[in-house]
């Protein structure tokens, strides 16, 4: 459009919304929780060269949506909003990640419900009607669509600890592209979403089958993936139709259709067919390679009641995936110590350079095993579970993916445009190989998206480049201006919760 800031017209100036300067696009956030520090973090978002900026410190359980519009590798004739999946707990996660841990003999936390955006089921019991603890719950999630067209749908699992398979009565899915990255279009009849990872699928308004028409309502389903439950698995699960697909003709009533077979077990969507667009071809490692000691062992470790880190209610193991569990001082954040050559303690579970020159085009192999290799661990378990691993500040390739235990140093890599993304199963028993560039210099979390398990510390922070890090904070003030803010609140004992200790999980 025109523009003549000064008076001048210029013809043909680029503009944001029709405005110059473009809109100021600005996030403020104020706390109000009385005690609870906290931060805001944006998840799956590279954050290049703004890792002051990530916002990772302390784990809360609220989150909402984000969409970034960018290329699609197919097209679409409209989008829905976003759609949520999670597990729900009727208590509070401070009260039962004391389950988690095992304290005095507890079985593991359980969750209740599921949610489909803002909305579940649950069927209370007489006691609790009487207690006045229920009420209606909104609608369950309704998208009215119309015949012919093809929907993007944009799925996202919010849970604490649960993997779905999301799926569409009567409907194959699109998948077109996986945290943040277009991928080939492949069709399936339910996407595997771990927690943490997200998936854009396009929807055809065209049932499958004949028996289907077009003017009827279809369940969507949130179905609980074989073997990464959240839920009590000796019990009947909660409904897995939790969202209505309602055709514009349609009655306004609940769909009555039955579920499509498909597979339900919990594993990433097929490897092969996670085919980014833009390609990747992975170079050799800088770091030292996998079988002189650079794994990682996703295990749980006892814990020493008496050692004052970890605040003791009796016997009881963390997570973790380093040395140690992780477990972090609010007041001694890791960006007040870089480039001071800092012996890190244990619990930081800091992952530096270790001699290895790491530059901007420099590839880092990670191997993730769940299980002990080569030899076993003192006072360590290894407890078949899969986990979603979730690295910060990067997209990783995912050279190997195998449910078999890691034992082979010579597995075969495919560097060949490998899958990437973010977020990817550590299938249980089984090992992950993953590879980024260090192109972002930071200190990034990598940990179990578990939120039991990363509280618990299945957590490292791997430092890349740490020498450079300063040149990117742009907040300096900003970050000392908090700093001096949470130590004058944290020094109040007032502000805390319990006059014994202040934090029990790992901080992340
Ligand atoms: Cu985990």
């Known amino acids: 459009m025109t523009l003549a800031p000064d008076g001048f017209k210029n013809l043909d100036g680029k503009v944001f919304n029709e405005k110059f300067p473009g809109p100021w696009i ?13 931060s805001i973090h944006w998840h799956g978002v590279r954050m290049l060269n703004t890792f002051e900026q990530d916002g990772v410190n302390v784990s809360n359980e609220n989150r909402g949506p984000m969409t970034f519009y960018g290329p699609s590798s197919a097209n679409y004739d409209e989008s829905l909003d976003p759609i949520l999946i999670t597990d729900w707990s009727h208590r509070s996660a401070f009260t039962d990640f004391y389950r988690e841990l095992g304290v005095n003999g507890s079985g593991r936390p359980l969750m209740t419900s599921i949610l489909l955006n803002d909305a579940g089921r649950y069927k209370c019991t007489g006691p609790e009607i009487e207690k006045g603890n229920c009420t209606t719950a909104p609608p369950l999630f309704t998208k009215v669509i119309e015949t012919g067209k093809k929907y993007l749908l944009r799925l996202i699992n919010t849970s604490v600890d649960t993997t779905f398979v999301f799926a569409v009565d009567n409907h194959n899915l699109t998948v077109i592209g996986m945290d943040f990255v277009p991928i080939v279009p492949y069709t399936a009849r339910g996407v595997l979403v771990g927690i943490g990872q997200r998936y854009h699928v396009i929807l055809e308004a065209k049932p499958q089958d004949d028996r289907a028409p077009a003017d009827q309502n279809y369940w969507m389903r949130t179905i609980i993936a074989n073997g990464c439950s959240g839920f009590n698995t000796s019990a009947p699960n909660p409904p897995e139709e939790n969202g209505i697909l309602r055709y514009a003709k349609a009655a306004k009533e609940n ?8 597979d339900e077990s919990c594993a990433d969507e097929p490897y092969d067919k996670l085919v980014p667009v833009v390609k990747w071809t992975v170079g050799e490692p800088v770091n030292e390679p996998a079988e002189q000691g650079g794994t990682f062992q996703v295990g749980m470790t006892e814990v020493d009641p008496v050692d004052k880190k970890y605040p003791g209610h009796g016997n009881f193991s963390r997570w973790d995936m380093g040395q140690t569990p992780m477990f972090l001082n609010f007041s001694d954040p890791t960006i007040n110590s870089l480039g001071q050559n800092r012996q890190w303690p244990p619990e930081y579970g800091v992952i530096g350079q270790s001699g290895a020159t790491v530059k901007e085009d420099s590839w880092i192999y990670l ?11 003192p006072r360590r378990t290894f407890i078949p579970a899969a986990h979603p691993i979730h690295l910060h500040g990067h997209d990783f390739a995912i050279l190997a993916q195998s449910e078999k235990p890691y034992w082979d140093p010579l597995v075969k890599l495919k560097k060949d445009n490998p899958p990437r993304r973010d977020v990817a199963l550590l299938p249980a028993n089984g090992y992950l190989i993953i590879a980024f560039q260090a192109d972002n210099p930071g200190s990034w979390l990598m940990h179990c998206h578990i939120a039991w398990h990363a509280s618990s510390g299945l957590a490292l922070q791997i430092l890349e480049r740490e020498s450079e890090i300063k040149y990117t904070i742009q907040g300096k003030n900003e970050t000392e201006r908090i700093c001096k803010n949470w130590n004058t609140w944290y020094d109040n004992k ?15």
Do not use: R
Request: no cysteine.
């Open 26 to 38: 600005q996030i403020k956030v104020k706390n109000y929780l009385q005690f609870n520090g906290t």
């Open 255 to 262: 769909p009555t259709t039955k579920k499509t077979p498909m």
């Open 367 to 377: 191997v993730i095993t769940a299980t002990s290799f080569p030899f076993g661990a």
């Open 494 to 508: 007032a502000n805390h919760w319990s006059p014994v200790e202040f934090q029990d999980d790992s901080g992340i």
